[in-house]
Every structure is written in C-alpha cells, then in structure tokens.
C-alpha cells in the first residue's frame, strides 16, 4: 500500500517546500488539477527533477486526445497519469497503449461514473494500472466518501491495482486500510495540518501495519 500527497492548492516554489517536509514518509507525489492549470506540465517537470525518487502523477483527468495528453506528460516526467473513467472506452484505450510505449502508468478517476463496479471490470480488461474511487470536493461537502465504493470495485477488479481519494484523514484512515487499496491518496489530511510531517509519519506507520 503506497500513500499519495496530493498537492492541490499550491504554486511550483510552494509545492516543493511542502513535499520537502513529508518526502521521507510519501511515495507519490500528485501535481493536482488546480495546479496542472495554473502552472502547466513545467510542475510536473519541475517536481521531478526535485524529487527523483519519488513517483510523480499529473492529474490530467484526460476526457478526450487521450493519447497526445499522456505523452506530453511522460515527457514532462510523470511516472502516472489520470484520465476520467467516464471518458469514451477508445480514449482509455489509446492512453493505455500511449503510457505502455513510453513505460508509464494509468490511472482512472471514477469520479461521477454512475455504475462504478460495471465500469470497474470494463477498466480492467483494458489493462488499466490503477482504478481510484474518487469523492470529489463537491460532495465531500455535503459529507459522502468512498469506501462503499472501494469494497465494490475490489469485487470485480482482476489485474489493476486500486486507490482512493477525497477526504482521507487520520481519523478516516484506519477504514480506508481495512478496505485494502493499493494506493492511498491524502490531500488536505496531511497539507492542511500545523504539524505536516508529523501527519504524514503517522498515516505511513498506520500504512505499513496495514
């Protein structure tokens, strides 16, 4: 089980100064979507070259021209790109073949995918790496989470690793673990704390007890 920092509010100098702080107790780094917009590919490129250990995943969430969009993005240094379980099953397809090519790897964002264990099994079989249940802020605010759905994919998923994301805190994390993702995905659970790196040490201890 692998935990993801999700950097979503932050510019480039500020991105890197917080995962400064928690690198040592995180395993991907994510170039969220608010930050890929105001600042371009240049953050992934950017965070890389500052952590090469890490993994890094650019949270495209990719709808459409899925195969251009991960290869710029390969090139830009990302180790995972997303693109949205709701885009059309050739556009899934094509960013598959495009991440193999250039030894990347996949992951589908479930968000707002109304059957998501039928669309799990179709995710499967096109040899996605990841499959993420995902409660987007939206309805994190009027209080939903995922863990219903993670227990529901994991029923039907074969070969792709799973994760999950929107809302995980300390106190949250202990539910998310007995579901058994793969890959843990924490935002505001660790960028939102006075004691960043405290949070961090505390949620990947609780990881590796598994």
Known sequence: MKLQLA???VNIPEGIELVKQVEEYIDVVEIGTPVV???????VKEMKSAFPNLEVLADLKIMDAAGYEVMKASEAGADIITILGAAEDESIKGAVAEAKKQGKEILVDMI????????????DEFGVDYICVHTGYDLQAVGQNSFEDLRAIKDVVKNAKTAI????????LPEVIKAQPDLVIVG?????QDDLKGAAAQMQEMIKQG
Do not use: F, H, P, W
């Open 188 to 192: 505001g659970g660790i960028t939102g």
């Open 37 to 43: 917009i105001n600042e371009g590919l240049k953050a």
């Open 112 to 123: 707002a995918v109304k059957d998501k264990k039928a669309r799990a099994k179709e995710l």
């Open 7 to 9: 950097l979503d509010l």
């Open 165 to 172: 994301a929107g809302g995980i805190k300390l106190d949250t």
